[in-house]
């Protein structure tokens, strides 16, 4: 009966879909060994998800308003290299080096959004080129070398530490930028205008909307996210890595695909997305579990993704 | 449909039970930074054949590309899971540090190998591999011994994988020695897993640099310099190249004397002997010290046999 009412609003029905799919594969995992049930394996499971899925959020709002990042994992690497730099070879206090790594982070979408808005090129090509200039100057700053970044103050705590023993930080600040971005994107007013500009941007132009202004905004709440998470993965292990975050772009984008979200623009919700992101990381995890070859992992997520798409289109198509 | 779909389920779960099934003893796992590399080949040989003397289950995991990250998850997800024993390739000296000691306050015994961490704090029981500054002075003493090298020589140090602590320090150790002798030095970077971009690389490198004489690599690249030595119709000796590990290319290079000789960590013994160590500490309460798996020269003289040892899976 409850499935019969939200068949109404098709996107409600994606989103049950995904959430049946993740309750579907929890069931067989648990099914398969029954430590996957266990706190701590849960707990694990929700971490290995949380900095992608901090990516995410911002991924699928960008979705939604037409455009893709690729540059995320990059940026993901360089924000915090540049933080760790200041902060381990410069004394920077850490709080200041945190502030200019997200700064930093908020110039970079930038200039993904400025490319691609002014240029008029697709940001496919923008952000694929800026993901190989931004890696590149990772590289660069640090010539391959980790760069160790343990600190004592608070913020690192907040930032990428636990609770009690085993609590990871980074859970909450998941659900947190989940929150904020599902608030933006269904209880605000920016909110449609994502929507309106990538669902049709003409109409969208011409009801007033600048969206080059809405994308570049998204562009940057993007970069911004992908710094954060960075941020969360470098005092959660205490050093950041060149190659950090490889592959990133297309996992955010995987996660939102699963969860509902359009690849043309104008259409994805946040839940199913979290719930896509959860999916990946029950597969990270389910692999491990089932003793599986781990050269599997990415098949299976290939896997689920075509699956997710195959329903998704079939749910829309009979809505018409 | 809903019925066949909840039939597929229902066998889908039958097969993993059956799959997922184990009555061994212990249940060891083997972490990696980077799975999809023929070098592992051995190392997994040695400890699935560790497992069976043993009655153990061993099971390995990695990402396939490099990635620190993604190996800590794997780690971490082997200790939620409840593993009897890890081993674990420290491919970085921080991010590893506190998942390790997270292991080992819950019980379970954790031994590194392939990679150390030696030079900061790591709560890792013993190390089984080899010692990578060390073994890259070895590669560049022997590579220059009983060597007339022009004064004007100049050398390159290839690097695989930048940021790769283990081939850092191998370079590092290659680069100790030239210095030694005065012979001036850079590194350069082919892809390891993407062998004719590596070889077209190598080929523009070596003609753009007509006083080179060395080229050392911290892995297997020289594999692909000394192809592209061959395309370029160069005589085998011309340029003195040696490099890490065994892999086919690297073998047949050496075979055909465009490589000197290559070092073998004997990646075998680092499968066997880790499974080893945990085994006899979970059984026995036996504290696993160190082991070193040795820096084994292989040149065209050995390389044969080698060759044939390898095929079965032990070199």
Redesign the interface.
Known sequence: MVALKLKKKSFKMRALGVLIATIALAVLFSIANSNFLSPYNLLITVRMASELGIIAAGVTLLMVAGEFDLSVGSTYALSPMVTAILYSNFNVPIIFAVMVGLMLALVLGFINGFITTKAGIPSFITTLGTMLIYRAVVLVLVGGMPIKIRSQALISDVIGGTIGELFPVAIIWFLFFIGISYYILEHTAFGNKIRATGGNKEAAIAAGINTTRVKIITFMFVSFLAAFAGLVQCFRLGSVAPLNGRGFELQAIAASVIGGTSLFGGFGTIIGTALGVLITGMIKNGIVLLGVSVYWQNGFLGAILIAAVIINTFISKRRR | MCKKAVTL?VV??ML??V??G?ALAYKF?LVVHV??TPFWIPVIKGAEEAGELLGV?V???????????RE???L???????FDGIGVAIS????L??PIARAMKRGIPVVAFNIDDPYTPNERMAFVGQSFTIAGNVLGRELLKDEEIPANAEAVVL?GE??N?AL?ERCDGIEDILDERGIPHERFSAPLADPSTAVDMMKSYIRAHPNLKIIAASEFATAFAGMAMKELGMEPGKLLLAGFDLTPDHNQMIKEGYVKFTIDQQPYLQGFQTVMLLYLYKEFGLSPTDINTGVAVVGKDDIDQVVELAEAGYR
């Open positions: 389920f889908l779960v993993l039970a799959f997922t184990s796992a799975a999809g289950e099971q390995f995991m990695g990402p396939e590309e490099f990635s620190v990250e800590v998850d794997y971490e997800t082997a200790i939620a899971q409840g970085d000296a921080e991010a540090d506190e690097i930048p940021g602590a850092e």
